[in-house]
């Protein structure tokens, strides 16, 4: 426990310096120039020196924080009525107390919210695997850069991030001894989770009924699941019926919320509408984008777009811990608390499974909150693989179970898994294509990572200019699948740009053929600070379901001769053309 406070005091630590710098010019309380002149120094001399903050010049503006500076200063009650649920104004607005009414006591919040996190995160890896996992865990937590950032806005996701690991930690304790005492800890604990951010009914829910079917099954006592019910209804009740007085909604809180991702959708966004409403019409109206928006809002997006944070400490240490996450999810389904941290992660997700791809939806604070699953997950791939291998060493009996039935089964589930998961990504956007497609709107088919299937042929990887990524055509002869599901003419749009040739004479060019069949010949030309553009009308008697596009280049050329937008790569490649993009419309 001393450990844990002590990374949770450095994580603090780092925290505060971020805080002063970006924010103490705002006017500090006494005790905070105290503790900066005391600490401050110190802590510098404890983290990477590229780490270097700036003062933040137009603090809290044009965002949720400064409205929350707002709330917090007109609350007249903890359960009043509002868009906004209290936990978060409750500790701002004692923050402004303690700092004497300053508009830096915003900061001091979320920065509170973010240390905790730490301590919370100890608390998570230790009650689910080890103690040792979660010290590591919170250590990682403590020392992320993108965190300690991103812990001085005054954002209320910190404070999230702490209930939600405190949550998944009572949680834990609870089905592993279901008794009244852990029940009322997982109940409050639950309802500060429901009181910083109502969505959280999503994993608090389904961890009730989960820890339910598992007492029931096994015959264990069920008066723990009763407390941590009674508790967090009688905690949370009060502002749901406020908001039912008040504005005829308990869910105001979410439901308001939909207006700004109708409007952002170019939808009408007049009037609230019931989130169920709202994720049954996106469904109703395309079923296969909004499964693979789900999914990779659940699956991939919110992993992928962590761990940066580290590269401070070591361009090695991201990436490592990715993979070694990515790992511990799978060893987590041989776990039972595993499995179970697990649910909780997805079902603490999906309140932003929807909603990650439009606006602002995909901010990185929204899925902040999965941080500390992901980082004990970590640290017990470490754990298990280790004990796996001592095992293997020193047991014979463990060698023996590695060869049974049992375990090549569990392996070869495991991998179907991944594998039908990995086929579902690849083919995600073909099939939202086509929908969109088959619906009579236009699509625009990039040069994506995901879109790999989509391209045949000799292309490059995608090389990024500017804020355009490209593909260059490498040989001759390239091709491209295409989705043309309506019996009917398309427009074909090409965003293409020739390399430079060293005969000023010589106009390159480029033959379009579809389905084997001549639609085009293009002669290509170059615009300064422009992708060129193409189009051309596809006839419908050559569509077909999968149609192939070929790209046929008049000559080729050295990337190195071919000016900037090909110098990434070596210089003796041979390069016809970039493509931007392919933009496909029903005509």
């Known amino acids: 426990m001393a450990a844990a406070v002590l990374i949770t005091l450095y994580g603090g630590l780092l925290r505060f310096e971020a805080l002063i710098a970006g924010y103490g010019w705002m006017g500090q309380p006494a005790w905070s120039e105290a503790l900066a002149r005391y600490t401050i120094p110190a802590i510098k ?18 965002a949720d924080p400064i409205n929350y500076l707002r709330y917090a200063r007109e609350l007249t009650g903890f359960y009043q009525a509002h868009v906004r649920e209290p936990l978060f104004l409750a500790i701002t607005r004692g923050y402004l107390w303690l700092c004497g009414n300053r508009d830096i006591a915003l900061s001091f919040a979320s920065v509170t919210g973010s240390t905790l996190a730490i301590f919370a ?23 992320e850069f993108t965190a300690v950032g991103r812990s001085t806005g005054g954002w209320r996701d910190d404070t999230f991030m702490c209930v939600v690991a405190l949550s998944a930690w009572a949680f834990v304790r609870l089905r592993q001894q279901p008794t009244v005492r852990r029940g009322v800890i997982a109940g409050v604990a639950a309802a500060a ?18 820890v339910l079917v598992e007492c029931w099954t096994i015959g264990k006592p069920r008066r723990g699941i009763a407390a941590t019910a009674l508790v967090c209804t009688a905690l949370v009740a009060p502002y749901l019926i406020a908001c039912a007085i008040a ?10 919320h939909t207006k700004y991702y109708r409007a952002a959708e170019g939808l009408p966004a007049d009037a609230p509408m019931g989130v169920f409403s709202y994720l049954s019409a ?11 928006t789900a999914a990779q809002g659940v699956l991939t997006f919110p992993f992928l777009n962590k761990w940066d944070g580290f590269g401070a400490w070591s361009s090695l240490l991201g990436p490592l811990l990715r993979a070694l996450a990515l790992v511990g999810m799978v060893l987590a389904v041989w776990s039972a608390s595993g499995r179970f ?8 997700l999906l309140p932003y499974a929807m909603t990650w791809s439009v606006g602002s939806g995909g901010d990185w604070r929204f899925t902040q909150h999965v941080y500390p699953f992901y980082l004990v997950f970590a640290m017990s791939a470490i754990e298990v693989i280790g004990r796996w291998g001592k095992a293997l060493v020193t047991d014979a009996a463990a060698r023996r179970w590695m060869m049974t039935r049992t375990f090549a089964l569990r392996v ?3 991998t179907a898994c991944a594998a039908l998961a990995w086929l579902a990504y690849r083919a995600g956007p073909f099939l939202m294509y086509r929908e969109a497609l088959r619906a009579g709107e236009a699509v625009i088919i990039g040069t994506s990572t995901r879109n790999v299937w989509l391209f045949d042929g000799a292309w490059s990887a995608p090389v990024g200019v500017g804020n355009v990524i490209c593909k260059v055509a490498e040989a001759p002869i390239v091709a491209m699948r295409l989705p043309m599901p309506r019996h009917t003419d398309y427009w074909l749009t090409l965003r293409v740009d020739p390399a430079e040739t060293p005969d000023p004479n010589v106009q390159p060019e480029v033959t379009l053929f579809v389905n084997r069949q001549q ?18 009308r596809v006839p419908r008697e050559l569509t077909r379901e999968v149609s192939r596009l070929e790209l046929v280049a008049s000559h080729l050329v050295r990337a190195g001769e071919s000016g900037v937008h090909y110098s990434a790569l070596p210089p003796d490649t041979a390069v016809a053309f970039r493509l931007w993009y392919v933009r496909l419309e029903p005509g």
């Open 519 to 536: 639609i085009a010949r293009l002669r290509l030309t170059r615009e300064a600070g422009r992708v060129g553009s193409y189009r051309v």
């Open 121 to 143: 995160t100890y608390l998570l890896g230790a009650a689910a695997f080890s103690r040792g996992v979660g010290l590591a865990a919170a250590l990682a937590l403590a020392m």
């Open 45 to 62: 001399e404890l983290r990477p020196s590229s780490i270097a903050w700036g003062p933040i010049g137009n603090p809290y503006a044009g």
């Open 412 to 414: 070869a589930v495991v």
């Open 247 to 256: 504005v005829g909604d308990p869910f105001f809180a979410i439901n308001e």
């Open 341 to 348: 941290l697990l649910m909780l992660l997805v079902t603490s």
């Open 282 to 292: 996106k469904l109703g109206s395309r079923p296969i984008t909004s499964v693979d």
């Open 193 to 210: 989770a429901c009181l910083t951010r109502i969505t959280a009914l999503s994993f608090v829910i389904p961890a009730l009924l989960w």
